[in-house]
């Protein structure tokens, strides 16, 4: 073989071992996340979300977590934005007055599959863009609008008013369900319901079930509200400068993970929130109803009410809600 030729075999070894060695270097992600790890979502999904991607790339992609005692759960999109932290863990109520168009999935079936088959997805992706993030994985919740539940100090009283004068933690996401029962909303931050409970500042509290009983639910109230409702959808981000300075096969497991997790969480929060029942049956909690009538009406009240929130939230952004409404109302999945 001539030398020239076996040279020529050498350099481009040497060249492919390079590349290889360029595609496999290490990279050290930082996420930020509106909640602590004692929040079941953060595990089934911002964690669940880093061990996936730690484990598609054989270790080379290590994700960092941060939470809320670095920087508050509602002024964390603007740092993921501007790129001082690589990827976000949140919810769109957290940054309604930026963008409505994420918190419009409120009212939309809480299916991350079907928002991904006809164009949702998508579409809170080109949203995020707007912002410098790419849209990495949007959870439905449960999957089964039964999400949270109201847990209270006393049963409901018969007729059409059965909240009548009763005070429920709560933001404006439940005004639809409380307001019209003759009830009042109370904002109240998650560390402090336990307290406004225990002293009767509040009635009763509005708040997701999975892990209820750990934040002693049962200590202070003696009742669930049936039905169970709603959805939660939330957000994985990543800052879009930084994707796209990463390799593609890096890229690819970062969109895989996602999309991943979207279904291992609501699989993951479903078995945890029916885990959460029977613990506080056991603890002695029992359940108090709605009337049939009123119980019937109250995902889609929600809904509408979710479509209105996410109209006001931005009014720089409210076109784009109202496409996404339109988009929906194609599907039959909004009035």
């Known amino acids: 073989m001539p030398i020239n030729t076996v040279k020529r075999g050498a350099a481009l070894v040497a060249l492919g071992l390079m590349a290889g060695a360029a595609g496999a270097q290490e990279v050290s992600l930082r996420m930020i996340g509106g909640w602590d790890d004692r929040f079941d979502g953060t595990v089934a999904i911002a964690a669940a979300f880093g061990a996936c991607v730690a484990e598609q790339s054989a270790g ?7 939470g809320p005692e670095v920087i508050p759960p509602n002024q964390q999109f603007d740092p993921v934005s501007r790129g001082i ?76 008013r059965p909240l009548d004068g009763l005070k429920i933690r709560g933001n404006n996401y439940y005004a639809p369900l409380v307001v ?25 509290a509005a708040y997701p079930i999975a892990g209820m009983q750990r934040l002693g639910m049962h200590e202070v109230t003696g009742y669930m509200l049936r039905p169970r409702f709603g959805t939660s959808p939330f957000l994985i981000t990543m800052n879009q400068a930084r994707f ?41 909690m029992q359940e108090t109803a709605l009337p049939e009538a009123i119980a019937a009406r109250v995902n889609a009240d929600l809904a509408a009410g979710s479509w209105q929130t996410a109209l006001d939230g931005n009014a720089q952004s409210a076109e784009r809600v109202e496409a996404l409404r339109a988009m929906a109302r194609q599907h039959g999945d909004a009035e």
Request: net charge negative; hydrophobic share 40%.
């Open 60 to 66: 080379r992609i290590a994700i960092t977590q941060s």
């Open 85 to 160: 932290f690589d990827l976000g863990f949140t919810t769109p109520i957290y940054f309604l007055g930026t963008t409505g168009v994420p918190s419009a999935f409120f009212a939309l079936p809480p299916d991350s599959e079907l928002w991904r088959a006809r164009g949702y997805w998508d579409f809170a992706d080109q949203e995020m863009q707007r912002f410098g993030q790419r849209l990495v994985a949007f959870t439905a919740g449960t999957g089964e609008g039964d999400f949270y539940q109201i847990v209270m100090r006393q049963p409901v009283v018969e007729g059409d």
């Open 180 to 204: 019209p029962l003759g009830g009042s909303l109370v904002n109240v931050p998650g560390g402090e319901i336990y307290s406004a409970l225990e002293r009767g500042v509040v009635d009763g």
């Open 244 to 284: 796209d300075g990463l390799a593609a096969e890096d890229q690819q497991v970062i969109l895989d993970c996602g999309h991943q997790i979207e279904g291992s969480s609501t699989a993951e929060l479903s078995r945890l929130s029916e885990e959460t029942i029977a613990a506080l049956l056991e603890l002695g």
